[in-house]
């Protein structure tokens, strides 16, 4: 059984950092998957915030360009979210996807499995 599991997230003011992190398990080692951070602020559609590929290849989305990281340990399997110089904007509910596709998608319809999420709250 395929089962994602985030943690990481918390409270940081404006101009902090937290890193999320993201353990896949139930994964074979025939499988070929990206993997992506999402995140979902009350009241609004949930957004991609990053992407890293089955090679390594990394997506960031705009708002976060600059400040935030895709990471991935290839031993483990498990995936990072670096995310530094926090704003307000920033607070959401942060979900863990994965594919069973070779490349990154931004759309999450296009991914099968997904973790609870870990709450991020950014404010002074």
């Known amino acids: 059984q395929v089962q994602l599991v985030e943690s990481g997230g918390g409270a940081a003011q404006p101009g902090g950092s937290l890193r999320l992190s993201c353990v896949p398990s139930g994964f074979t080692a025939a499988d070929v998957y990206a993997v992506a951070w999402f995140r979902q602020a009350p009241g609004t559609e949930r957004e991609s915030v990053s992407c890293i590929s089955r090679s390594g290849g990394a997506v960031v989305a705009t708002a976060v360009k600059g400040r935030f990281a895709i990471s991935k340990d290839s031993v483990t399997n498990s995936v990072y979210l670096q995310m530094n110089n926090l704003q307000p904007g920033d607070s959401g509910r942060y979900y863990c996807?994965?594919?069973?596709?070779?490349?990154?998608?931004?759309?999450?319809?296009?991914?099968?499995?997904w973790g609870q999420g870990t709450q991020v709250t950014v404010s002074s």
């Open positions: 996807a994965a594919r069973r596709h070779y490349y990154c998608s931004a759309f999450d319809s296009d991914f099968e499995f």
